[in-house]
């Protein structure tokens, strides 16, 4: 995470000279790492552009039709950073036979364009391929229900071009294959994972992005870190002799103590989570400090 938000995102610290990185200039991140189903950690993270405008002065920019200029460059910007399909390569067929269209068999920059050009094919197809499973359908309720893909990619969801909604002002980016997530090329080709990327940059987006955010945070379990605070607490408070407390008192601590230990043991953590936590890796990362707002 650390060279990611160093090399691609080309962020050394506030205050320091900003760079261009990948989508950029960085101006503040912030990111927390979590596991999902099979306990694999990854990040989710939200990055601010140098010089950016919030959400609802793109849209009123988009929208007036003196500033043309400002949606094509957008467009064209958006385009540029966020790819929507896999890029093509000629050679398709010479693929099938060549060990070397593994994700796993390329090490190092690559400068030769054609060997690029090949690689990023791969990767993407690889790994920005979206196949459905039991879990896109997780939540639906059976018919007449439509059913959708929870992570809302579909073969219909085509956009021959980049369009501006004329009323609310939304980006619709030009998309020719509905079963990819989109990527940003450069940084695929770097990390050699699966990733997803979304530009906010109408207040629908910004909106349904603070609704996604609120309701998984609400709906999550408790987070390790805070379970093992809450519990820390909870056992020093109640381990505290106090030669007055009577028979009564002690029992009420002692079933608050078991309480606080039958909470953590009905964490459910991954391995890798286990082990990000023993080695002491971070589990969040921000260019700023943040106060808790309950
Ligand atoms: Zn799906």
Redesign the pocket.
Do not use: I, K, Y
């Given at each position: 995470m650390k060279a990611f938000i160093k090399c691609l995102l080309r962020f050394e610290g506030k205050g320091s000279d900003l760079h261009e990185g990948a989508l950029g200039t960085v101006s503040a991140y912030y990111g927390c790492v979590e596991a999902q189903g099979r306990g694999t950690l990854h990040c989710h993270m939200m990055i601010w552009l140098e010089g950016g405008l919030n959400p609802n002065e793109i849209r009123d920019r988009v929208l007036q039709t003196e500033e043309q200029s400002f949606k094509e460059r957008l467009l064209r910007y958006l385009e540029d950073t966020i790819s929507t399909c896999i890029p093509e390569y000629l050679d398709e067929e010479s693929l099938e036979s060549d060990q070397h269209s593994h994700p796993c068999s390329t090490r190092g920059v690559n400068f030769n364009n054609a060997m690029r050009n090949k690689d990023v094919h791969c990767l993407a197809k690889k790994c920005q391929t979206?196949?459905?499973?039991n879990?896109?359908?997780k939540y639906w309720r059976g018919p007449p229900e439509p059913k959708e893909?929870?992570?809302d990619?579909?073969e219909k969801n085509v956009h021959p071009i980049s369009t501006v909604d004329p009323v609310s002002g939304e980006i619709t980016l030009k998309c020719l294959d509905g079963l990819v997530n989109h990527f940003n090329a450069t940084i695929l080709e770097a990390v050699r994972c699966n990733m997803d990327i979304k530009f906010i940059g109408s207040g629908p987006a910004a909106k349904a992005i603070l609704y996604y955010i609120t309701d998984y945070i609400t709906k999550s379990q408790l987070k390790t870190h805070v379970a093992l605070a809450a519990m820390e607490t909870a056992i020093n408070k109640l381990e505290e002799y106090d030669p007055h407390d009577d028979d009564c008192t002690l029992r009420a601590k002692k079933l608050l103590q078991k309480c606080a230990h039958s909470m953590i043991s009905h964490q459910e953590l991954s391995a890798q989570q286990v082990c990000s936590y023993l080695m002491d890796f971070e589990d969040h990362f921000t260019s700023d400090e943040y106060r808790g707002l309950y």
């Open positions: 979206h196949r459905h499973s879990t896109c359908w893909c929870r992570f990619l579909d």
